[in-house]
């Protein structure tokens, strides 16, 4: 296959294959990437959450530089997938909105920090 050509599924050529923009070694399967943490914004969240015991909804807009809304979204959906832990309360009159990352949460970003790692060095072959 020429030099930055697409792989289509199926191909049996020996390098690793382009898909999507991505490269992944031959023996990553593409399903093994975590979908529901790779966007740029649940990454942010989770990897926040990391090295983090908590974090209020204000301080995570704020290092991820992003909307209320787009925050919530996707908050929830981490939390929908077992990922985030949220508590919410009142100081005062005011709501307060904390997240924490569960355990699933940690295992899951050491997986897909494990798969990245694995097909960075795929790729410096």
Known sequence: ?????????????EP?????????????????????????VRLGIVSALAVNE????????ERLDTSDGNLSVHARRL??????????????????TEYRLTASGRRALE???????ALIERVRE
Request: a positive charge.
């Open 79 to 96: 939390e929908d997938g077992g990922y985030l832990e949220c508590r919410k309360s009142f100081e005062g009159r005011l709501p307060r």
């Open 16 to 40: 690793p294959t382009r898909e999507l923009g991505s490269v992944r070694p031959r023996s990553m399967n593409p399903v093994e990437l975590d979908r529901l943490i790779h966007g740029r």
């Open 1 to 13: 296959m020429a030099e930055g050509a697409i792989s289509r599924p199926g191909d049996s050529s």
């Open 111 to 117: 997986r897909y920090l494990n798969h990245m790692e």
């Open 54 to 61: 908590s974090l209020t909804f204000n301080e995570l807009k």
